[in-house]
């Protein structure tokens, strides 16, 4: 019974480079959040999907941040030419059939920029 | 919108004596709150949650939190500390009915358990 899954755990870029984040969801969940947990805070808001859908991304900075989540396979978060102040660490968490159920959290991805 | 506070930044304890998180919220409507754990390098645990059923609610390991309307509170306590509570914890409350899903968490509080 594997929970959120996220890959890689941790990952190091040069400023101006690419970095994608992968998350699986729990088995049989099909509502995917991901949310962004700068140094000494707590875990912002940024995406929220379903399925080849994306319902609310008010979290999302507006230039070099994507999310999706594709029919098959994991949702992806990719930020396109990192900048320092990207260096965060990235968690993405899943719920079951509603919006409204609790969310599960997954082990995060560490993003350093260098 | 919703926010909430943790009045603490750090917590340290003895271990085998009580252990006390504060929290405060604000919300507009009837919230949900949570309280998750975040052990290093880990993911975040569910502690417990508060879905406007019994006030006072029971969650893993011990942990119990009392959700306080009137005081707009949901602390988060436990009678005896052990070495493995040493970790990071987040009270955290839902968004307003329709966005529920937009979770804030608080700035954390850091627990440190002396032997």
């Known amino acids: 019974n594997a929970g959120v899954m996220q890959n890689p755990r941790h990952l190091v870029r040069r400023r101006g480079q690419e970095a994608r984040l992968r998350c699986s969801p729990m088995?049989?969940?099909?509502?995917v959040y991901w949310y962004r947990q700068l140094p000494e805070e707590g875990l912002k808001f940024m995406v929220y999907l379903q399925k080849e859908n994306i319902i609310d991304e008010s979290g999302m900075p507006k230039e070099r941040f994507s999310a999706e989540f594709p029919k098959e396979g994991p949702s992806i978060l990719r930020i396109q030419q990192v900048v320092r102040g990207d260096s965060a660490a990235y968690f993405c968490?899943?719920?079951?059939?509603?919006?409204?159920?609790?969310?599960?959290f997954g082990p995060g991805t560490r993003l350093l920029v260098l | 919108a919703q926010s909430v506070t943790q009045l603490d930044s750090h917590v340290s304890v003895s271990e085998g004596t009580p252990v006390l998180l504060r929290c405060n919220y604000s919300?507009?409507?009837?919230?949900?709150l949570f309280w998750y754990v975040q052990h290093p390098n880990k993911g975040l645990q569910l502690l417990l949650k508060y879905t406007s059923a019994a006030t006072l609610v029971k969650g893993i390991n011990g942990f119990e939190a009392e959700f306080k309307k009137s005081e707009t509170s949901f602390h988060l306590t436990k009678p005896s500390a052990h070495m493995s509570d040493a970790a990071e914890y987040f009270c955290?409350?839902?968004?307003?009915?329709?966005?529920?899903?937009?979770?804030?968490f608080g700035a954390g509080t850091t627990v440190t358990v002396r032997a």
């Open positions: 955290v409350v839902t968004g307003n009915p329709s966005n529920d899903y937009k979770l804030s």
């Open positions: 088995k049989g969940h099909s509502h």
């Open positions: 919300s507009s409507y009837s919230p949900s």
């Open positions: 968490a899943s719920s079951g059939t509603s919006a409204q159920e609790t969310q599960y």
